[in-house]
């Protein structure tokens, strides 16, 4: 039996996930919040915590993006429940990086650019990625949408679904 994650009360089976978005209209909201649900079902309660202004300091003029590290760490002050997800329609870099679709810290919560998610599906795909490190998964090497994207390409053959291993860390499979 695979123990829940730490941060879980021991008498708890899951976690509330407070979603915020910026420029990111209901509907798309909506979409990804039932994403979530269907592969987190056992171990995740989605709640709506609204619309969020951008941080001024997390944006960079000379590239033309946002901190990714600044927002998540607004975020972090901001939430009001274990963990969150802020979903932005800006584009995101992070140190040494050209771009982050997102960027999470485990048991605390992680922001998501739509900016070069073209479809809904990318868009549901790199919310359950980023909940999944939200989680405590890493990366995996199966067939699974915790696969590493480095690039639009490889988020878009990767699946959308965890693999075997993934849902058992998380505790789907009882």
């Known amino acids: 039996m695979i123990s829940p994650p730490r941060f879980l009360k021991p008498d708890s089976k899951s976690f509330s996930c407070e979603i915020f978005y910026s420029q990111i209209n209901d509907k798309e909201i909506r979409q990804i919040q039932q994403a979530l649900a269907s592969i987190y079902k056992n171990a995740l309660n989605i709640v709506l915590g609204g619309e969020l202004e951008l941080i001024k300091d997390a944006y960079n003029q000379q590239r033309d993006q946002y901190n990714a590290n600044i927002l998540l760490r607004h975020l972090l002050e901001i939430k009001k429940v274990d963990t969150a997800l802020w979903i932005i329609k800006k584009d995101l870099y992070c140190t040494d990086m050209n771009f982050?679709?997102?960027?999470?810290?485990?048991?605390?919560?992680?922001?998501?650019?739509?900016?070069?998610?073209?479809?809904?599906?990318?868009?549901?795909?790199?919310?359950?990625?980023?909940?999944?490190?939200?989680?405590?998964?890493?990366?995996?090497?199966?067939?699974?949408?915790?696969?590493?994207?480095?690039?639009?390409?490889e988020a878009k053959i990767k699946p959308s679904f965890l693999c075997e291993n993934c849902r058992r860390k998380i505790m789907i499979l009882r």
Request: glycine letters at 8%; hydrophobic letters at 35%.
């Open 100 to 153: 982050v679709f997102g960027y999470a810290f485990y048991q605390k919560g992680a922001v998501l650019s739509t900016y070069r998610l073209s479809s809904r599906k990318l868009k549901e795909k790199e919310s359950i990625h980023e909940v999944g490190h939200v989680l405590g998964l890493n990366h995996c090497r199966n067939r699974c949408v915790m696969q590493f994207s480095n690039s639009l390409f």
